[in-house]
């Protein structure tokens, strides 16, 4: 079955019955609170999606009044519903490395979430250079993706759609970055919980899985959340 195929209807057939206003606000919360830079991004950043889906992203470019915005996904389905909610914005029906081939625009900040798990190594490593050459000059990539050194559900991550290819830890893709030729990246966890007191509860928890851990021999992973956040700017 082709890629294009499978994503035409991805709403239908991986989203049905899906909240998809629910998931547009914890979205906002999650992401605001593990990227707090986002903030402070003037209003008239220049920013592209790759992979837009339901329009999270989206969403909370319009919270803070960034005024130019671009979001290209493979998903009928999903253009559509972003067409339809975010009348001010532009959305492109296309697979995101033909777009980048195509584009000659560069943007401030490139955003990518759920997404590098859907590609191929060959895809991957065609994607990245693509992606910086579009950075402005002071330009930075954001990548939100499944961890594989996720303490739970790294394999439900990988294996919960069938458009998965692979799926990273810090160390395996500070690699495919390095050979690249990129450094000037670092990367993150994502906020556990949703709110202050459900963040203190998982740190609090988390020490006592850390004695866990020790006393069965294991190291504990300084990227151990459900995703992995990467930031990767633009060399000077």
């Given at each position: 079955m082709k890629k294009e195929q499978i994503f035409e209807n991805y709403i239908t057939t991986q989203y049905?019955?899906?909240?998809?206003?629910?998931?547009?606000?914890?979205?906002k919360k999650k992401t605001l609170l593990t990227i707090p830079e986002l903030k402070d991004?003037?209003?008239?950043?220049?920013?592209?999606?790759?992979?837009?889906?339901?329009?999270?992203?989206?969403?909370i470019c319009k919270l803070l009044g960034i005024t130019?915005?671009?979001?290209?996904?493979?998903?009928?389905?999903?253009?559509?519903?972003?067409?339809k909610d975010f009348l001010k914005y532009k959305f492109y029906k296309w697979d995101i490395i033909e777009f980048l081939k195509v584009n000659k625009l560069k943007y401030d900040v490139i955003f990518m979430s759920q997404v590098f798990e859907h590609l191929t190594l060959e895809e991957a490593e065609t994607i990245l250079p693509l992606i910086y050459d579009h950075l402005s000059k002071d330009g930075v990539f954001i990548n939100s993706m499944p961890n594989a050194n996720s303490y739970y559900n790294a394999g439900q991550c990988m294996f919960n759609d069938i458009t998965h290819q692979r799926i990273y830890n810090q160390i395996s893709f500070?690699?495919?970055?390095?050979l690249q030729g990129f450094?000037?990246?670092a990367h993150r966890p994502d906020y556990c919980g949703r709110n202050a007191f459900e963040h203190f509860v998982h740190k609090t928890y988390l020490k006592l899985f850390e004695l866990h851990l020790k006393l069965l021999g294991f190291a504990r992973w300084r990227v151990y959340t459900h995703c992995i956040v990467t930031l990767l700017r633009r060399n000077k």
């Open positions: 049905s019955n899906y909240d998809y206003e629910l998931s547009r606000e914890t979205f991004l003037p209003t008239n950043t220049k920013v592209l999606e790759l992979g837009c889906g339901m329009g999270g992203f989206a969403h130019d915005y671009s979001g290209v996904d493979l998903s009928g389905e999903e253009i559509q519903l972003c067409k500070s690699q495919l970055l390095k450094n000037n990246f």
